[in-house]
């Protein structure tokens, strides 16, 4: 059986659409909203789509099924509490963290977070192209699993099958989840683009660019070059950079935009953000786009001041 922790958006399109093929077991922490989804079938979340028979609805974290991977579908910067809290139901058990980003009070990944948290289980990563209204409509993506264990990825491979998603294996973790997390940073500075009315010009060299920072900070950590190529890094800026449908790219069109944006929506990038700007300065790394990002997302720098700062940088070769 599948075990879903985390009954947003992304984790109940993801249980729905696994339980097309197998039980799955969902956990939110709100009961009332919980016990609502399993009589209705519906996630307010979720607008139009129908929860899958398959599919039982849960906030009692006891009643989590003894066998089967447990996916982490909670927001990044609360993993630490949950996982904390659930120690004694999630001790030894695979789970696999669909969490993208970098812990602001730590600046850990996910897996890292885990590996202190509960040092005995065993971790994997799903991560990629994948906005949770479509998932939850059955339409098509890839997504990439990582897991050092290849043996333990393979298996996950076969249990988390749906009819619409394609998973690729990985061995590299940290690849995976930089490409995952630092996607959501150069969303923001391509809506604050499109939204200050700087044009698809400016975003495409922001991608780019952005992209080239990515590399940069995922090769001083040991990720592989391949990996921030694929799924979980050039196919997931590819979406979140181009597309409203993307919660970090809606933060930057309100920021370019001078408008207000709902302090309720969690926008991973926001923190990661910050966490990565950390790191940078601390590291010696040259990250200029996230540099701008945290000035932007903590109000220290507007877009027009920010777009200056990264034109006035010393002309250099084009390198990654």
């Given at each position: 059986?599948?075990?879903?922790?985390?009954?947003g958006a992304f984790g109940?399109?993801?249980?729905?659409?696994?339980?097309?093929?197998?039980?799955?077991?969902?956990?939110?922490?709100?009961?009332?909203?919980?016990?609502?989804?399993?009589?209705?079938?519906?996630?307010?979340?979720?607008?139009?789509?129908?929860?899958?028979?398959?599919?039982?609805?849960?906030?009692?974290?006891?009643?989590?099924?003894?066998?089967?991977?447990?996916?982490?579908?909670?927001?990044?910067?609360?993993?630490?509490?949950?996982?904390?809290?659930?120690?004694?139901?999630?001790?030894?058990?695979?789970?696999?963290?669909?969490?993208?980003?970098?812990?602001?009070?730590?600046?850990l990944r996910p897996s890292?977070?885990?590996?202190?948290?509960?040092?005995?289980?065993?971790?994997?990563?799903?991560?990629?192209?994948?906005?949770?209204?479509?998932?939850?409509?059955?339409?098509?993506?890839?997504?990439?699993?990582?897991?050092?264990?290849?043996?333990?990825?393979?298996?996950?491979?076969?249990q988390l099958i749906a009819?619409?998603?394609?998973?690729?294996?990985?061995?590299?973790?940290?690849?995976?989840?930089?490409?995952?997390?630092?996607?959501?940073?150069?969303?923001?500075?391509?809506?604050?683009?499109?939204?200050?009315?700087?044009?698809?010009?400016?975003?495409?060299?922001?991608?780019?660019?952005?992209?080239?920072?990515?590399?940069?900070?995922?090769?001083?950590?040991?990720?592989?070059?391949?990996?921030?190529?694929?799924?979980?890094?050039?196919?997931?800026?590819?979406?979140?950079?181009?597309?409203?449908?993307?919660?970090?790219?809606?933060?930057?069109?309100?920021?370019?935009?001078?408008?207000?944006?709902?302090?309720?929506?969690?926008?991973?990038?926001?923190?990661?953000?910050?966490?990565?700007?950390?790191?940078?300065?601390?590291?010696?790394?040259?990250?200029?786009?996230?540099?701008?990002?945290?000035?932007?997302?903590?109000?220290?720098?507007?877009?027009?001041?920010?777009?200056?700062?990264?034109?006035?940088?010393?002309?250099?070769?084009?390198?990654?």
């Amino acid at each position: 059986m599948i075990s879903v922790l985390g009954a947003g958006a992304f984790g109940t399109a993801l249980a729905t659409s696994f339980a097309a093929n197998a039980p799955v077991w969902l956990w939110g922490r709100n009961a009332e909203v919980m016990a609502g989804m399993q009589i209705e079938r519906s996630c307010p979340r979720l607008p139009g789509a129908t929860l899958a028979p398959a599919l039982t609805c849960s906030s009692d974290i006891n009643d989590l099924p003894a066998e089967g991977p447990v996916l982490l579908a909670v927001p990044m910067q609360t993993l630490r509490a949950v996982t904390t809290s659930f120690a004694a139901q999630l001790a030894h058990r695979t789970l696999v963290l669909c969490c993208k980003g970098i812990e602001l009070s730590t600046g850990l990944r996910p897996s890292q977070v885990l590996a202190q948290t509960l040092p005995d289980a065993r971790i994997a990563v799903l991560t990629g192209p994948s906005f949770a209204a479509d998932i939850a409509r059955g339409l098509p993506t890839a997504l990439t699993l990582a897991c050092a264990d290849e043996g333990e990825a393979k298996r996950l491979q076969q249990q988390l099958i749906a009819p619409h998603l394609r998973l690729y294996r990985s061995t590299d973790v940290t690849g995976a989840e930089l490409g995952g997390a630092l996607k959501n940073v150069m969303a923001i500075a391509c809506g604050a683009a499109i939204g200050a009315g700087l044009g698809d010009s400016a975003r495409a060299a922001l991608m780019t660019r952005g992209y080239a920072e990515m590399s940069r900070m995922a090769a001083a950590l040991g990720a592989r070059p391949e990996t921030l190529a694929g799924l979980s890094g050039f196919g997931d800026l590819a979406l979140t950079c181009t597309s409203e449908g993307s919660r970090n790219f809606r933060l930057g069109l309100a920021i370019g935009r001078g408008e207000p944006f709902d302090p309720a929506v969690t926008v991973e990038g926001a923190a990661t953000a910050r966490a990565t700007h950390a790191l940078a300065q601390a590291e010696g790394w040259d990250l200029p786009i996230t540099a701008v990002v945290a000035g932007l997302v903590d109000a220290r720098l507007d877009v027009k001041t920010a777009m200056a700062q990264l034109l006035a940088r010393p002309l250099k070769e084009e390198t990654p």
